[in-house]
């Protein structure tokens, strides 16, 4: 399996060489995806990503640092099937997201584009409650929300994510509102958890992790303390907890 980061980067303002958050698995051919902040489609493009392998995409909460790519995304992925005159390899798409009127604008726009987005396939919503999501022979993601934001009459609108592969358990937590919302998805362990450090203190994520069960800690949706001192606090974090990575934009991860 790999694991691409194509944007690490919190809602701020733009940053050198970072985009807001988004990363995909890549296993049995195909890609899933997390989040898809801008410039997503962009960046994954360039790093030579087969972007019509994309079955299915997963987005965490509504926040525009999470979805604002996901329309150039889609409008990429029609893009290359009519370039390359192929479909989609997996079929249609489904997105997978807590807010349908976030999805709903998204599919608006594309349809006010070039050729209104009129595909040989069709791009699926699916609206994202806790339980299993998806579950096929090599992959089971599972939602289970949390308190980043707040719920509403449509139900709970951010959510983390498990996803069992290979034998391997990922853990991505989308912004969460605590530290402790963390404690639940990984009761269990799990051999990756990928965090956001946006809304919390990097060394204090470490320190509540060291002697939790994870194999190992990937630290993305970085935030300020990371963003204007990287090499400073990739010290200080490694000497709280060994196995801890601070991702960049393009890095490429075998699991």
């Given at each position: 399996?790999?694991?691409?980061?194509?944007?690490?980067?919190?809602?701020?303002?733009?940053?050198?060489?970072?985009?807001?958050?988004?990363?995909?698995?890549?296993?049995?051919?195909?890609?899933?995806?997390?989040?898809?902040?801008?410039g997503?489609?962009?960046?994954?493009?360039v790093?030579?990503?087969?972007?019509?392998?994309?079955s299915?995409?997963?987005?965490?909460?509504?926040?525009?640092?999470?979805?604002?790519?996901?329309?150039?995304?889609?409008?990429?992925?029609?893009?290359?099937?009519?370039?390359?005159?192929?479909?989609?390899?997996?079929?249609?798409?489904?997105?997978?997201?807590?807010?349908?009127?976030?999805?709903?604008?998204?599919?608006?726009?594309?349809k006010?584009?070039?050729?209104?987005?009129?595909?040989?396939?069709?791009?699926?919503?699916?609206?994202t409650?806790?339980?299993?999501?998806?579950?096929?022979?090599?992959?089971?993601?599972?939602?289970?929300?949390?308190?980043?934001?707040?719920?509403?009459?449509?139900?709970?609108q951010?959510?983390?994510?498990?996803?069992?592969?290979?034998?391997?358990?990922?853990?991505?937590?989308?912004?969460?509102?605590?530290?402790?919302?963390?404690?639940?998805?990984i009761?269990?362990?799990?051999?990756?958890?990928?965090?956001?450090?946006?809304?919390?203190d990097?060394?204090?994520?470490?320190?509540?992790?060291?002697?939790?069960?994870?194999?190992?800690?990937?630290?993305?949706?970085?935030?300020?303390?990371i963003?204007?001192?990287?090499?400073?606090v990739?010290?200080?974090?490694?000497?709280?907890?060994?196995?801890v990575?601070l991702?960049?934009?393009?890095?490429?991860?075998?699991?």
């Open positions: 399996m790999k694991l691409y980061i194509f944007g690490s980067c919190s809602g701020t303002e733009p940053f050198a060489d970072r985009h807001h958050t988004a990363w995909a698995l890549e296993c049995g051919g195909r890609l899933y995806w997390f989040d898809a902040g801008e997503c489609a962009h960046t994954s493009h790093m030579g990503v087969d972007l019509l392998s994309v299915d995409i997963f987005i965490s909460h509504s926040h525009m640092d999470h979805v604002g790519g996901l329309p150039h995304l889609l409008w990429t992925i029609r893009k290359l099937t009519k370039r390359l005159k192929q479909r989609p390899k997996y079929q249609d798409i489904t997105v997978y997201s807590p807010n349908a009127e976030s999805f709903d604008g998204v599919m608006s726009m594309l006010n584009a070039e050729g209104q987005y009129k595909n040989s396939y069709e791009t699926k919503f699916c609206q409650k806790d339980g299993v999501l998806l579950q096929s022979e090599s992959v089971t993601v599972t939602a289970k929300h949390n308190l980043h934001m707040k719920p509403t009459e449509e139900g709970y951010s959510f983390s994510y498990v996803i069992e592969a290979e034998g391997k358990k990922i853990v991505y937590s989308g912004d969460v509102a605590s530290m402790e919302e963390l404690d639940e998805l009761a269990d362990g799990c051999d990756v958890l990928l965090t956001e450090t946006g809304h919390h990097p060394m204090e994520l470490c320190e509540h992790m060291k002697d939790k069960r994870v194999g190992h800690l990937y630290f993305l949706h970085h935030g300020r303390t963003l204007e001192n990287y090499d400073a990739a010290a200080q974090c490694r000497a709280i907890m060994s196995d990575t991702c960049n934009d393009k890095d490429i991860f075998f699991l």
